[in-house]
């Protein structure tokens, strides 16, 4: 069991910057895939970006160049550096982890956080 907990959401203008942090109860540097998702207003959970256990990171095309994800296996942490924000990025954004190899799929991830609100007015 790996309980996940989001933090660092809130509002801000476009074209600004925000870190959301995910600490993890367990280290999961042992074979586990993170991931960051979100889900919009009447939209359905998206992929957002993913960082393997050997720290092989993918992202959605529409943050491509804007968003990093990172992790600190010291501190049991995952981390998505946000900037140049826009309206559309405004969503609940979930921390999630799963042993079985990354996906952008949210069915195949067992653990979640509870989420933390993005919120990006132009």
């Known amino acids: 069991q790996v309980q996940l907990v989001e933090s660092g959401g809130g509002s801000v203008q476009a074209g600004g910057s925000l870190r959301l942090s995910c600490a993890a109860s367990r280290p999961t540097y042992g074979g586990y895939c993170m991931a960051w998702f979100r889900q919009g207003p009447g939209k359905e959970r998206e992929g957002v970006a993913t960082?393997?256990?050997?720290?092989?990171?993918r992202y959605r095309d529409s943050v491509k160049g804007r968003f990093t994800v990172s992790k600190d296996n010291a501190k049991n942490t995952l981390y998505l550096e946000m900037s140049s924000l826009k309206s559309e990025d405004t969503a609940m954004y979930y921390c999630?982890?799963?042993?079985?190899?990354?996906?952008?799929?949210?069915?195949?991830?067992?653990?979640w956080g509870q989420g933390t609100q993005v919120t990006v007015s132009s």
């Open positions: 999630a982890a799963d042993r079985l190899g990354c996906s952008w799929y949210a069915r195949d991830f067992a653990y």
């Open positions: 960082i393997d256990s050997d720290y092989t990171t």
